[in-house]
């Protein structure tokens, strides 16, 4: 099946500092999206973003569909941002099933 | 507009027993999704309905089922709970069948089975 692999695992950073996270998929994908866990356990979407690039106040997003692989920027990182990201993927042909990578794990310190 | 909706938030079962959990999708969504979140497993998709019928399956085994009724609501049942079945349980919506749309995640119901 479709791999989903997502890099770093973890990250550690001082509050005002930008990163990028990196979402790897081992094929054709119809739906691409990044959310954020909260520490209730609820995921908040943050992208759908299949292709191209999207952004959000502080968040962006970018995904080369060809290339297979998709970036998360923060910038200028609050305290608030710390948790769990994902990045989750469903095939080309539409077993609406979203997979997930593991998740990168940010850690924002004040 | 409401979000997903998913009840009971905690729920505490013993080993053989039957657990049920309930979602409702965000209004004019017909697709409901259920996700298992255990620890150590990550995100696994268990089940896909739309418009009443099941569409598609995870890899679990028969005792997880679930219906979804006409208003688009929906259940999952557990049956015969195993310690293994303690997790955190997230259900979706989408706008449905034939749309390839984003999936928003109700706030889950967390499982724990002793």
Known sequence: GIQVEQSPPDLILQEGANSTLRCNFSDSVNNLQWFHQNPWGQLINLFYIPSGTKQNGRLSATTVATERYSLLYISSSQTTDSGVYFCAVDLLEGAQKLVFGQGTRLTINP | ?????????????????????????????TSVYWYQQALGLGLQFLLWYDEGEERNRGNFPPRFSGRQFPNYSSELNVNALELEDSALYLCASSLGLNFYNEQFFGPGTRLTVL
């Not at chain 2, 905690?10 to 209004?27: F, M, N, V």
């Open chain 2, 1 to 29: 507009e409401a979000g997903v909706t998913q009840s009971p938030t905690h729920l505490i079962k013993t080993r053989g027993q039957q657990a049920t959990l309930r979602c409702s999708p965000i209004s004019g969504h």
